[in-house]
């Protein structure tokens, strides 16, 4: 069965908390479904965790995962890693269909390490 598009755009928007001290990279990105992404979390300070969200439009954000360690985990298609410096974490989407089509969020502890 032919599909009558060829061509499915995803638009993934990241949305960053300024009050954690963090930076989500890249702010908008279009993929074709079935391609990977990755989404990037950086901070200035030390965590003890980074939790990631998902938002789709009209709903409210939906937890996906915590990090409390470092190394990754992996949920069906997702794969979020706690970098070794506890400064950053990656979130990868395998293979992303439509229903991936969202604002993905990333957010620190409410302290950071040593405060």
Same mark, same amino acid.
């Given at each position: 069965?032919?599909?009558?598009?060829?061509?499915?755009?995803?638009?993934?928007?990241?949305?960053?908390?300024?009050?954690?001290?963090?930076?989500?990279?890249? $702010?908008?990105?279009?993929?074709?479904?079935?391609?990977?992404?990755?989404?990037?979390?950086?901070?200035?300070?030390?965590?003890?965790?980074?939790?990631?969200? $998902?938002?789709?439009?009209?709903?409210?954000?939906?937890?996906?995962?915590?990090?409390?360690?470092?190394?990754?985990?992996?949920?069906?298609?997702?794969?979020?890693?706690?970098?070794?410096? $506890?400064?950053?974490?990656?979130?990868?989407?395998?293979?992303?269909?439509?229903?991936?089509?969202?604002?993905?969020?990333?957010?620190?502890?409410?302290?950071?390490?040593?405060?």
């Amino acid at each position: 069965m032919l599909l009558k598009f060829s061509v499915l755009i995803l638009w993934i928007q990241l949305a960053w908390q300024s009050t954690q001290q963090l930076e989500q990279s890249p $702010r908008f990105l279009s993929i074709q479904e079935g391609e990977n992404f990755t989404a990037y979390c950086n901070s200035t300070s030390t965590f003890t965790s980074f939790q990631w969200y $998902r938002q789709k439009p009209g709903e409210g954000p939906v937890h996906l995962m915590t990090l409390s360690r470092r190394g990754e985990i992996k949920q069906k298609s997702l794969v979020a890693q706690f970098g070794e410096a $506890r400064k950053d974490s990656s979130l990868f989407i395998i293979a992303a269909q439509a229903e991936d089509a969202a604002i993905y969020i990333c957010a620190g502890p409410q302290c950071s390490h040593g405060t």
